[in-house]
């Protein structure tokens, strides 16, 4: 079958060169519209559900959202585990399905269930709803809307400015499923009435609350024909627009008539929201940042770039002294790793080619062979494309190009030799392409047989779920698309090429050759002359591979730099905002110091959309750092060693933890944790338990055989930093 296969390109030369053409055209199509990211995306298939409820606390929000929320979610198909987080005002349960699930289809069962959740919620309760379509690497873009030098906009005006000016145009760009605030303070309308002047207007508070009520809505009233055969529509106006309108809305009437308005009984004033989170940045106090969150599978570098270009727009049209200041752009750690990309790339195909010229003794036989590693690339980025892939240093940078060369080195150098006798037999006479084909064809089984077991190496690792078969599958997938193109060149376009180009080569010894030869005869001959001597070396040097392998360790993969540090610091659970927000703020001091460190930018408890759902005392720190060359050390992990030092120095009182922004989002959103360990605490209710044990004394022994009365164990997660006094985290339900 192998030989037909060569028959049918030989005699269809032409086909197959525009085939070849087609290819590589296909190839840098594919290649210009392949996502591309620094890392794959691990984060399993899950919907996370979210219900704020501010006014209550966490063992309130648990027992009135989280269980029925959970309770509903329950019985759906291609589940594989629910775990939820209930704090005070939040609720946050997250559906994990199993992989391959398709994400809108999962959303559209959360969605179903949801509706009858929203009937077991008591009343007043904010209905749940899902959140973003977004993953472990959805936060590429991040910004601050900051004063400019000499302006002094309020932290309720910037929040404002962000809210209803820049989010919304840049939740228009594709690719962006939604944009998150961070910090600052949501404008409110705010009233406080004064208990002594609502009781000598006989005013009660539920009366006050049904008159703002009331009086912020408009109503429609149908219209009015007139004479001139026109109409006129008739509609009540009572929506609030301004503080005035909250003062004068009317309470009641006194005997005489007179109203009671709300400016009587009540001050009136725009306030902040109560809030669970704030951000600050560079040590100079809080900040009000936005957060570009990426579409589940879209591009993040063609997303990121429409957004900049979207926000260069968005700046003309600011208010006098306010500016945007990037904080965080996903496509500087892309364009890194695209950089190493095409260096490897680029640096092994010449690598490739050079080997091949000097071991091969043949410069046309080597540019032929060396043409498969571009032309085995394009096949490879056609197959990611198609497949749904990415280009990422696992993908990418896990391509050899000896193994894509190997079949084509093989058939052209069994053709080299065969043209070579056939000259030397005929007095240098061309070779005719009967000599072409017979020599393509010696070798045909042979090269199938050697690229199909390279093949065989790959296929367990397609067997792998869960976080091994995000990460290694992409791997797999683009080294078998590149055998694969490969191998139908090597049986189809090497022939043609051969035919075409090697019919009058000549075949001899390379220099690089005869040097090796020279060295390696006389060992060849020691070898033989003294075999046990050979193999007692040869177990020695196995033995101590082995002992050395042993005491190496292993890691699942190594580690991307992101080129920046990620510090979590956890305080008392007790800790007020304002706490976190001046321990955050001695913090960024304190880093700042360092020369290594150019920015820093903190943030305490949650964002507006709690896709990130922590207490006020969790602060995630985020230190970008200047270039290795202005670093006072030789690694990242004696840097990260001496922060840790100076935070544990200057400032105590906190526990620290180190890591990279990327993986410790990637790491909470697959794991529920922010830690690369995580332990699960079950067991009872002390309070329940300690009853038990006083019943069980008082009955004796009798009772002891039997079944014990238990308290709750339903699988509580306790997290030192998220203990009762402000959150609850339920354990996974399978």
Not at 283 to 294: D, R, W
Not at 332 to 347: A, D, F, I, Y
Not at 384 to 412: E, H, T
């Amino acid at each position: 079958m192998f030989v037909r296969v060569i028959d049918f390109a030989i005699a269809n030369r032409f086909l197959v060169i525009l085939g070849t053409f087609l290819l590589l055209a296909a190839g840098v199509y594919a290649a210009g519209r392949l996502p591309v990211d620094a890392v794959p995306d691990v984060t399993n298939v899950q919907v996370q559900v979210m219900t704020t409820a501010p006014a209550l606390g966490p063992l309130e929000v648990e027992q009135a959202v989280t269980i029925p929320v959970e309770t509903s979610m329950s019985g759906l198909p291609r589940v594989e585990e629910i775990r939820s987080v209930s704090q005070f005002g939040l609720s946050v349960v997250t559906v994990v399905f199993e992989e391959g699930t398709d994400i809108y289809w999962a959303r559209q069962q959360v969605n179903e269930r949801l509706a009858e959740a929203r009937e077991k919620i008591p009343p007043g309760v904010p209905a749940p709803k899902p959140g973003p379509i977004a993953t472990g690497l959805g936060e590429i873009y991040q910004f601050e809307v900051r004063n400019k030098p000499g302006y002094a906009h309020s932290l309720m005006r910037l929040r404002e400015i962000l809210d209803w000016q820049i989010a919304p145009q840049l939740r228009g760009v594709p690719g962006v499923t939604e944009v998150n605030t961070n910090g600052g303070q949501s404008r409110a309308y705010q009233v406080r009435p004064d208990p002594e002047k609502l009781r000598a207007y006989n005013i009660s508070l539920e009366k006050l609350f049904t008159a703002l009520q009331q009086n912020n809505t408009n109503e429609g009233g149908g219209y009015l024909l007139l004479r001139s055969q026109e109409q006129r529509i008739v509609r009540g106006e009572g929506l609030i627009h301004s503080l005035d309108d909250v003062r004068n809305v009317v309470l009641d009437a006194r005997g005489d008539g007179t109203p009671v308005y709300v400016h009587q009984v009540a001050d009136v004033q725009f306030a902040p929201v109560l809030r669970q989170g704030a951000t600050t940045r560079d040590g100079t106090g809080e900040a009000v940042v936005g957060i570009v969150m990426l579409l589940a599978g879209e591009n993040s570098r063609e997303v990121v770039r429409a957004s900049k270009e979207k926000m260069e727009h968005i700046k003309k049209t600011l208010p006098e002294g306010v500016e945007i200041d990037v904080v965080y752009d996903r496509t500087e750690l892309v364009e890194r790793t695209v950089h190493t990309l095409k260096t490897n790339l680029l640096e092994g195909g010449v690598l490739v080619a050079i080997v091949l010229l000097v071991l091969l003794g043949s410069l046309r036989a080597g540019l032929i062979v060396a043409l498969a590693v571009p032309l085995a690339m394009a096949g490879a980025f056609v197959g990611m494309w198609a497949a749904g892939l990415s280009g990422n240093l696992m993908s990418l940078g896990a391509i050899d190009f000896g193994l894509i060369v190997d079949g084509s080195v093989v058939l052209i150098e069994n053709v080299v030799r065969r043209v070579a006798e056939h000259r030397h037999h005929n007095r240098d006479e061309r070779a005719p392409i009967e000599v072409i084909r017979a020599a393509c064809g010696e070798v045909a089984r042979p090269v199938v047989f050697g690229v199909g077991i390279i093949l065989l190496v790959y296929l367990p690792i397609l067997s792998l779920r869960g976080v091994e078969g995000k990460m290694f599958w992409p791997m797999a997938l683009t080294v078998i698309f590149a055998l694969l193109t490969s191998l139908a060149l090597a049986l189809v376009l090497m022939p043609v090429l051969a035919s075409i180009f090697l019919r009058s080569v000549s075949e001899h010894e390379p220099l690089l050759v005869r040097w090796a030869k020279a060295v390696y005869q006389p060992l060849l001959h020691l070898a033989v002359r003294f075999p046990r001597t050979v193999l007692a070396t040869s177990a020695g040097v196995f033995a101590l591979s082995a002992w050395t392998a042993l005491h190496m360790g292993a890691v699942f993969i190594p580690k991307l730099d992101e080129g920046s540090v990620a510090i979590q610091a956890t305080r008392l659970p007790s800790a007020s905002l304002e706490t976190s927000v001046e321990m955050t703020t001695r913090i960024e001091k304190c880093l700042r110091e360092m020369p290594e460190v150019e920015s820093v930018i903190s943030k305490s408890g949650r964002p507006e959309i709690a896709n990130d759902p922590m207490t006020i005392n969790l602060t995630d720190v985020i230190v970008a750092l200047k270039s290795r060359d202005s670093w006072r050390f030789a690694s990242k992990e004696e840097l990260v060693k001496a922060m840790e030092e100076k935070l544990e120095s200057e400032v105590p009182g906190q526990v620290y933890a180190f890591s990279q922004p990327i993986e410790l989002r990637v790491a909470e959103l697959v794991a529920g944790v922010k830690t690369d360990v995580g332990i699960s605490v079950y067991g009872d209710d002390l309070e329940n338990a300690a009853r038990d044990r006083r019943r069980r004394r008082g009955r004796g022994q009798q009772s002891a055989g039997r079944g014990r009365r238990r308290g709750r164990t339903d699988g509580w997660l306790t997290v030192p930093a998220r203990n009762s006094a402000q959150g609850r985290t339920r354990a996974p339900r399978n």
